[in-house]
């Protein structure tokens, strides 16, 4: 079964203070892995895909990485407007369609 | 360029109601899929819409079904509610030059069942 597993849950961080934020999967083929930041009671907004092991990804101060068998969203020296939940979710091959499996999130707290 | 849009914002119902949530995909998309997110939890698949015909299904039951019109925007119906089904209710749609696969989510809707 296909699944996702994020972790921590939950960080709490200083402003300036790096990290990062672990994503496994177990798909059966993978077609795409996709970062998404919430904000509470928000829709998911788009960060990255990554489709194959060693491609890298960088937006700001969030780069986001892939290996065959997990991600890694870096954040260097987060601000406090980094706070949000992220979520990773996978794509598999085949299938009719490209539906989206996703990990519980992580919720990112940077204090000022 | 508006992205997705869904309707209503928030919505609060009685066990055992019905209720119909609407959403516009983003201009050049042609695919909607649609999620539902418990609180504290990531959003799960129900189903997607292309070609007006659904062309997957999550684990949900039946009391879960939709619709998409010619102009590509689509409508979630959940009847019988229960208070289980209280959560936001996310709409996201997919390009439909498939060069990739990204998708793009609405706000959403958030569903109180009472």
């Known amino acids: 079964e296909d699944q996702v597993t994020q972790s921590p849950e939950a960080l709490r961080l200083q402003e300036g203070e790096s990290s990062s934020l672990n994503c496994s999967y177990t798909v059966s083929g993978l077609r795409g892995l996709f970062w998404y930041r919430q904000d509470p009671g928000k829709g998911p907004e788009f960060l990255f895909t990554?489709?194959?092991a060693g491609e890298e990804k960088e937006k700001e101060r969030l780069k986001a990485t892939l290996t065959k068998k997990e991600s890694f969203l870096h954040i260097t020296a987060p601000k406090p407007e980094d706070s949000a939940t992220y979520l990773c979710a996978v794509q598999a091959v085949g299938g009719a369609t490209n539906k989206l499996i996703f990990g519980t999130g992580t919720l990112l707290a940077v204090q000022p | 360029d508006a992205g997705v849009t869904q309707s209503p914002t928030h919505l609060i119902k009685t066990r055992g109601q019905q209720v119909t949530l609407r959403c516009s995909p983003k201009?050049?998309?042609?695919?909607v899929s649609w999620y539902q997110q418990a609180l504290g939890q990531g959003p799960q698949f129900i189903f997607q819409y292309y070609e007006e015909e659904e062309r997957q299904r999550g684990n949900f039951p039946d009391r879960f079904s939709g619709h998409q019109f010619p102009n590509y925007s689509s409508e979630l119906n959940v009847n019988a509610l229960l208070l289980g089904d209280s959560a936001l209710y996310l709409c996201?749609?997919?390009?439909?030059?498939?060069?990739?696969?990204?998708?793009?989510f609405g706000p959403g809707t958030r569903l109180t069942v009472t």
């Open positions: 990554l489709y194959s």
């Open positions: 996201a749609s997919s390009p439909a030059d498939r060069l990739s696969y990204e998708q793009y």
């Open positions: 201009s050049g998309h042609d695919t």
